[in-house]
């Protein structure tokens, strides 16, 4: 089959590789149909998630059809069409039976690596590291779901591959940022990041009952899409003091929760970005932690920071005191994708929200190189890449 290899820092060819083959009770194989370019990606992209080797297949936001099943998987048949969650679980573990699906004892077969960084560790993730796994990623014709029996949800005929495909990742992912804000009426949200991540945010935000919601951003396709939503938008290269704009836009108060939906590899200006990229480049440190920051130091009293942005390593200058003195809550984490497939389905079956309007670009998977570019470098106001890994038109 056809599949896209991380070959190194900014490299990733597709390649001819083996199908993947049925290797437990549990697993099923999926003939991918679509998948598409996460902002999670682009960590791997720009080498800054240890424990990757040449070779390995990325991606990890797929849907298809079933085509092999293992004999240990019984509520699956062949030919069903589904959407895999991206985080990988048992079902049966302490964590899974409380729900806390990223964080499954089971499914990491490395988990020891993790261990060695973080102490304890996650679920596994598709196409995220050894570290997370090894496991072959969904940017290909083909993948090998474990615990078939527990992940893959089924979808009804009348819903298209577009319209459910981000229940992978994005959708659950900016559902559960915004879920974790505990939002009441009459709460202002404000939220870093109007990338795929942020704009299901934004838009989970007003479902869950935010009578305001500020999006920041610098890129202006992107803040015309928070805006669409609803959303008052700021662009931070326009805005002096940020914190300062967003204790003004709310009566002097703060907003009542603050979403980083950047993570890692936020952009910055002035001293304190120059400080980031020096750390990061030299390797001292994973993450430029710029908009957690931010957020801590905007957010309300008594308020919530929620982070479904990605952080790897230790943080500096992280304004501890000013959350502590503030009584502030911090929710982070994988999202707990399987939690929310059947609840998000309804609501794109009720037509509260149709995911496909984050798709700015198709591509063939041959085009998964310049698709990667890209999306990295917001080229051609790219927002979100979705891949066909059977069309074959860019290679004729
Ligand atoms: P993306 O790279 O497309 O979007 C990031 C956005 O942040 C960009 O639009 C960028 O301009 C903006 N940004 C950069 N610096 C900023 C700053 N200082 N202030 C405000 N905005 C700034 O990525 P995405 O797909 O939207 O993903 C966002 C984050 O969510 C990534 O860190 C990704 O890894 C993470 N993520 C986490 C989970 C999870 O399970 N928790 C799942 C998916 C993605
Ligand atoms: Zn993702």
Redesign the pocket.
Known sequence: MKALCWQGKNNVRVETVDDPQILNPRDAIVRITRTAI???D??LYDGYIPTMEPGDILGHEFMGEVVEIGNGVENLKLGDRVVVPFTIACGRCYFCQQQLWSLCDNSNPNAWLAEKMYGFSGSGLFGYSHMLGGYAGGQAQYARVPFADVGPVKIPSDLSDEQVLFLS??FP?GYMAAENCNIHPGHVIAI???????QFAIRSAFLLGAARVIA????PE?LNMAREANAEILN?DEVDDLVEQLKWMTGGRGPDACID????E???KGAIGLYDNAKQSMKLSFDRP??LRQAIQACRKGGTVSV???YGGFLDKIPFGAGFGKGLSLRM???HVHRYLQPLLGRIQNGEIDPAFVITHRMSLDEAPDAYRTFRDKKQHCIKVVLDPWDEVAAA
Do not use: E, K
């Open positions: 996460c902002g999670s682009l960590h990742d994005i992912t870093w990041g109007c990338g795929p991540v942020g920041i951003d610098r890129f992107r931070y939906a950047v993570g890692m936020a952009h910055s710029n908009v479904p942005g990605v984490g994988q999202t």
